[in-house]
């Protein structure tokens, strides 16, 4: 069945539910494996609910569909986000989810090329998604397609160059049928992203270098169901949205402490998470 439900107004509720879900199965997930990433996992879930369950026009049978919407998880290091998103999906068994990390298993710490159904590009080395990405929207518009490309971006991936010889790209060629959603979760691996290069204003960069770029609380998810369905937009120009998020949203322990960019959770702070997110 083919997922398409961008016309119809966003469930919040609902794509908020979603969201839980996929933040409790990410805590469990980093605790099984003891892998690291899990407050980037978390920071990202509202966005991935909103474009699974209701942007994407996907179908979860025919991964290889030529007309699917393309979704890139450009910042890579939130791998087991999108594999929670595509098992919830269909695109291959829940169950699978429990090999996350483990040797011989298709569920590695960043998205593997050509392994996992659904996974549209190998990430993780930032920078590497708007440009592939970019690739698709240009050759969508060549070959007579219709469909769209998201990519999913962390904030101090906005520190590579490549992401704006793409940008500026996207830009010139006019390619309104790509989406960059920058979580902007403020934290980077060992500092503040503003510590680290100034991003901000990020919204004005994205703007001078010829986007359509909005900010967006990226916690709400009828919100960013909206905009990210809203593409192409009529601007004449690819859409950025800046969707300020915080880095372990939805637990209060790991929220803004980035010690849970490295830290995988015990057991026990497993179950208390599950309780704060109304999971148990």
């Known amino acids: 069945m083919v997922v398409a439900n961008g016309k119809n107004a966003p469930d919040k509720a609902a794509l908020a539910a979603v969201a839980a879900r996929l933040r409790g199965k990410v805590i469990e997930m980093s605790s099984a494996a003891g ?4 407050a980037s996992c978390l920071s990202c879930c509202d ?21 699917r919407d ?18 919830f999906k269909g695109y291959f068994p829940e169950a699978e989810l429990a090999t996350y990390c483990q040797d011989g298993g298709r569920l590695a710490e960043h998205p593997p090329a050509n392994l996992l159904p659904g996974v549209e590009a190998a990430t993780g080395s930032l920078g590497h998604g708007l440009p592939i990405g970019v690739g698709m929207a240009l050759a969508a518009r ?15 991936e906005n520190n590579e160059g490549s992401v704006w010889e793409a940008a500026m790209f996207a830009a010139g060629q006019k390619l309104e ?6 979580d902007y979760n403020k934290w980077q691996a060992t500092a503040r992203s503003n510590e680290t290069l100034m991003l901000a204003p990020l919204r004005d960069k994205w703007a001078a270098f010829g986007w359509d770029a909005r900010e967006i609380d990226g916690h709400d998810v009828e919100a960013l169901a909206a905009a990210m369905a809203d593409l192409p937009n009529g601007s004449g120009k690819p859409v950025a949205l800046i969707a300020h998020t915080v880095k372990g949203k939805g637990v209060s322990f790991m929220e803004d402490d980035n010690n849970w960019h490295y830290r995988a959770p015990t057991a026990e702070e497993v179950v208390k998470a599950h309780k704060e997110l109304g999971l148990a």
Do not use: E, M
């Open 70 to 87: 393309r979704f890139i998880l450009s910042k890579g290091h939130a791998a087991a986000a999108l594999y929670a998103t595509l098992a």
């Open 47 to 67: 966005v991935l609910a909103a474009a699974y369950w209701h942007v994407l026009s996907i179908d979860p049978k025919k991964p290889d569909w030529a007309d």
């Open 177 to 182: 049928n790509i989406c960059v959603i920058v």
């Open 35 to 38: 892998a690291a990433h899990l």
């Open 142 to 156: 060549i070959h007579g397609q219709s469909h769209r490309v998201y990519a999913l971006l962390s904030d101090g």
